[in-house]
């Protein structure tokens, strides 16, 4: 009985630890998202794009600029929130005061062009991009698995990324400014905060933050044009199970879901694509407006 | 023109059928008696343009230039059937019906190859595959319209599977793409593992499409000790297993990849850091000797320095026999009667730059010798593109399922 608990152990660790790798992606993949809902209203379902674009972005920086690792993964965020402003300003912006669903329709357009035009100019089948020197070499001996040093990376540099995001907006006066902006506009403009640009600037964050996870997964999934596309439905999930626009909530369910997804692939791989929607459907049942969102 | 309209188009990927209305402009009649018409029919815009997509229709318009000033004129149409047979159908049945086209190329994607084969023999035209996989075009689904040119599953099972096995690799474990094309591939080369002597540890079936991560899998198929981990996927789910098994030292410790489709444009996805050692079987490499190499030169760089798949060999090889039995037919009989163009390139021995010497049998199987190949490490690769080396070659009479295994009507007599 006893030995039978510890091989289920056994094989339950390493899938443990790679869901959390996992879950690291979709936390940061849903705090952009949870940062711009928050705000903006806006569902951003270029999300998938802008993550692929962080990834093409850290490639590019590398193959004509020679510019590594360490640099994109402050460069690519900047250059691709940069474009976030662009769009933001010149179409999103445009929405506000229309229903959710236009926005959604325009940021799902513009993924679909976005990856249409990647797909034209690189083909579909992807680039090779490498893990930084310091981070590549033989995996770490955990004892019950190894594990390479850019997966252990992957999951400092989301945590702390997801810290920081929630520290900002929890704990200093420009989060502050933004979360009273979210409730009441106009007040917060007649005290002088000009509310249009923090409004951009957060789209910008948003995606941004998209970006930067976009150059964590180069190294690990193939970079191709349709990276974005393939995990953005189970962050969604993530984000409707997390509650819409909770930080905190976007942040614990994304690792925990990373989590039981893991675990699936153990028990049942076949369903561990399925899994997450199952829970959305529990959860939505059970508290409509998410674990961590207020009704 | 229209070709640039269409690649601007193609960006926006849109509305289901506007490359086919694109393809098939409404102002152009019908095409001339002798005048033949080819509709290259593939992914524009998905996971498989880089291995067929516009070098496929670079290879077409290549053969019809080497085809040109001999007595026929031939036009070429494209369009993306984007991996769905519903669209691919209605595709071909427009192309068929409207716009007089008389053989349709390439193909990918084994779902609406099927599809498209159906159509084919129902309008009497000719179907030409090169880009799909499953060997029921010349098996159980066969027809007297069909031929099935560069590789199918059959073929990859065979050659990869039972070198492996002879290799030392006894023990499998696969990694299977949880879809029709998946399971296929898995049991075809569990088939001759065991065969040979070889054994199966086990295997998982992985969601398809959407999974992005399979290191859990690839830890799960390490516990196995197999000495072999199958890859019965493709395209990007290929690329991701070669990438992590990479990364998690799987290779490193001397477990071997099989990959069970695996073309060229996979592998310069992946990188020769990555690739290396990863073995496969391909019926065509750019650079296996002078014709192949004289011809990659004269289809010239694709999408930008790409050199061509197997598919895109195919689509080549596959035109050039058309239009030389088209030719030997007159084009007037030849757009009469698709059934009797595939029986007179049957007939025919097959010879092309691409493939060499081959022949057609009798249920449309085009059979040419089979190369199992090793990814070279990045110190023995001499430059761009070159990828291979050879490890091992199938006579062409041996690369295929046997005739009579496959269960074709038109061989039953």
């Avoid at chain 2, 609406?112 to 010349?138: C, H, P, Q, R």
């Avoid at chain 2, 050659?159 to 492996?164: F, H, V």
């Avoid at chain 2, 996979?266 to 490499?285: M, N, R």
């Avoid at chain 2, 490890?391 to 046997?402: G, I, N, V, Y």
Wanted: aromatic residues 8%; hydrophobic residues 50%; neutral net charge.
């Amino acid at each position: 009985m006893l030995e039978d608990l510890l091989f289920q152990l056994e094989l339950g660790l390493p899938q443990v630890v790679l869901g959390l790798v996992n879950g690291a992606f979709y936390a940061l993949l849903s705090l952009g998202l949870a940062v711009i809902f928050g705000m903006l209203n806006v569902i951003n379902f270029a999300h998938g794009a802008q993550f692929m674009m962080g990834a093409f972005v850290a490639w590019m920086l590398l193959n004509y600029g020679g510019i590594g690792y360490w640099p994109a993964l402050i460069l690519a965020p900047l250059i691709v929130g940069a474009f976030g402003v662009v769009l933001e300003r010149t179409m999103i912006s445009r929405l506000y005061k229309l229903d959710h669903l236009y926005g959604l329709l325009l940021t799902f357009g513009m993924a679909l062009i976005i990856e249409g035009l990647f797909r034209n100019e690189f083909g579909s089948s992807g680039m090779p991009y490498s893990p930084p020197e310091i981070l590549s070499g033989p995996p770490i001996d955990l004892g019950f698995m190894f594990l390479p040093k850019y997966r252990l990376w992957v999951v400092v540099a989301a945590l702390v990324m997801s810290l920081t995001t929630w520290l900002v907006i929890e704990k200093t006066r420009l989060g502050a400014y933004l979360r009273a902006a979210t409730e009441n506009a106009a007040l917060v403009q007649a005290f002088g905060v000009n509310v249009p640009r923090m409004v951009t600037l957060t789209y910008a964050a948003g995606v941004a933050l998209a970006a930067f996870a976009g150059v964590l997964a180069a190294p690990i999934y193939s970079v191709n044009p349709q990276m974005g596309s393939s995990l953005i439905i189970v962050v969604f999930a993530v984000v409707v199970i997390g509650g819409m626009g909770s930080i905190l909530g976007s942040v614990v369910t994304g690792f925990g879901l990373g989590l039981v997804e893991g675990l699936t692939k153990v028990v049942y791989p076949e369903a561990s694509s399925t899994v997450i929607f199952v829970i959305m459907a529990i959860v939505l049942l059970a508290r409509p407006a998410g674990l961590f969102g207020r009704a | 023109m229209a070709q640039d309209r269409r690649s601007l188009l193609k960006g926006a990927a849109a509305a289901a059928l506007v490359p086919a209305a694109l393809a098939g402009l409404p102002g152009r009649a019908r095409a001339q008696a002798n005048t033949l018409k080819i509709g290259v029919l593939n992914d524009q815009s998905g996971t498989y343009r880089d291995l067929s997509g516009p070098g496929s229709v670079q290879a077409v318009r290549q053969a019809v230039a080497e085809m040109a000033g001999k007595g026929i004129q031939v036009e070429v149409v494209v369009a993306d059937h984007q991996n769905k047979p519903d669209v691919g159908a209605t595709i071909a049945r427009q192309w068929f019906d409207r716009d007089g086209v008389d053989a349709v190329i390439d193909v990918p994607t084994s779902s609406v190859a099927l599809a498209v084969a159906a159509i084919a023999e129902e309008k009497n035209k000719v179907f030409i595959n090169s880009g799909a996989g499953t060997a029921d075009l010349t098996g159980s689904q066969c027809n007297a319209n069909t031929i099935h040119w560069t590789y199918d599953t059959w073929m990859l099972a065979h050659s990869t599977g039972a070198a492996m096995v002879k290799a030392g690799g006894d023990s499998w474990f696969f990694i299977t793409a949880d879809y029709a094309f998946g399971h296929a591939l898995e049991r075809d080369t569990g088939e001759f593992v065991k065969a040979q002597g070889g054994q199966l540890l086990g295997s998982i079936r992985t969601p398809f499409p959407g999974t992005t991560d399979f290191s859990s899998f690839l830890v799960q198929a390490q516990r196995s000790r197999a000495k072999v981990i199958g890859l019965a996927n493709a395209g990007a789910d290929t690329i991701n297993c070669v990438k992590q098994a990479a990364e998690f030292g799987i290779t490193r410790r001397g477990t071997k990849l099989a990959g069970l489709l695996v073309f060229i444009s996979d592998v310069h996805a992946l990188g020769l850091k990555t690739a290396q050692g990863l073995v496969l079987t391909e019926t065509f490499y750019w650079d296996m000797n002078d014709r192949t190499r004289a011809l990659t030169q004269r289809i010239g760089d694709i999408d930008g320095g790409r050199k061509p798949t197997m598919v895109q060999a195919g689509c080549y090889a596959g035109t050039l026999h058309y239009l030389k039995a088209a030719l030997a037919m007159g084009a007037a009989d030849a757009r009469k009667s698709g059934a009797d163009v595939i029986a007179r390139m049957k007939a025919m021995p097959t010879d092309d730059d691409a493939f060499g010497q081959g022949s057609i049998r009798a249920d449309g199987r085009k059979i040419h010798p089979a190369y199992l190949f090793e990814v070279k490490s990045p110190e023995e690769s001499k430059g761009p593109w070159d990828y291979y080396k050879l490890l091992q070659t199938t006579a062409a009479e041996e690369a295929f399922r046997p005739v009579a295994a496959g269960g074709c009507r038109l061989t039953r007599t």
